[in-house]
């Protein structure tokens, strides 16, 4: 069972300011690492799709990055005041298909 | 436009059963894998269950196994959770989710609120 671990915590960060979020995966998962965004009281959105693609109408300060398979980030180049948020990776294992998720980073404004 | 409505959530007793809806519209349902997440209160996202498109193969987390049982009706464009012998722990937003591939969700619905309690 793949474990993804996400660091840091909490990020503490002011509007404009980089973000810049981690995800380590137990063992490689390839390029097959997604990213998503929840706000308070709302469902998760996909940001990020197999480690670096923008999802549908995500903004261009958002991208993502992978290396080795097992080291993704997540990065949001000038924090907009709507992207304090919490983050969460996600993979899923080849066989059985099941879906794992990271256990989130909070984006707090500073 | 896709849409994801969960239905069914409410109160229930330790021990006791809840059967989960969710209705499906603007995606060819009966072309993709269909799964449950759930997210405890102030808590992270888990995956509970999934299911092929055909409804031939379903995976469960080692926590629900044997406990819980995911369904689908293709020609209802329907996708369901039978929730049995249900613990505290179990307590938890429901979301019905979605995706082309199988290995990521691109569409969420907007949850349904389980809470298993006395």
């Known amino acids: 069972e793949i474990v993804l671990t996400q660091s840091p915590g909490t990020l503490s960060l002011s509007p404009g300011e980089r973000a810049t979020l981690s995800c380590r995966a137990s063992?490689?998962?390839?390029?097959?690492l997604a990213w998503y965004q929840q706000k308070p009281g709302q469902a998760p959105r996909l940001l990020i799709y197999?480690?670096?693609?923008r999802a549908t109408g995500i903004p261009a300060r958002f991208s993502g990055s992978g290396s080795g398979g097992t080291d993704f980030t997540l990065t949001i180049s000038s924090l907009e005041p709507e992207d304090f948020a919490v983050y969460y990776c996600?993979?899923?294992?080849?066989?059985?298909?099941?879906?794992?998720f990271g256990g989130g980073t909070k984006v707090e404004v500073k | 436009e896709v849409q994801l409505v969960e239905s069914g959530g409410g109160l229930v007793q330790p021990g006791g059963s809840l059967r989960l809806s969710c209705a499906a519209s603007g995606v060819t349902f009966s072309s993709y894998w269909m799964s449950w997440v759930r997210q405890a209160p102030g808590k992270g996202l888990e995956w509970v269950a999934n299911i092929r498109t055909d409804g031939s193969e379903k995976y469960y987390v080692d926590s629900v196994e044997g406990r819980f049982t995911i369904s689908r009706d293709n020609a209802k464009n329907s996708l369901y959770l039978q929730m049995n012998s249900l613990r505290d722990e179990d307590t938890a937003v429901y979301y019905c989710v979605t995706g082309p591939t199988g290995y990521r969700v691109d569409h969420w619905g907007q949850g349904t609120l389980v809470t298993v309690s006395s």
């Open positions: 063992q490689s998962v390839g390029s097959y």
């Open positions: 197999d480690a670096s693609n």
């Open positions: 996600q993979q899923r294992d080849n066989w059985p298909p099941r879906l794992t």
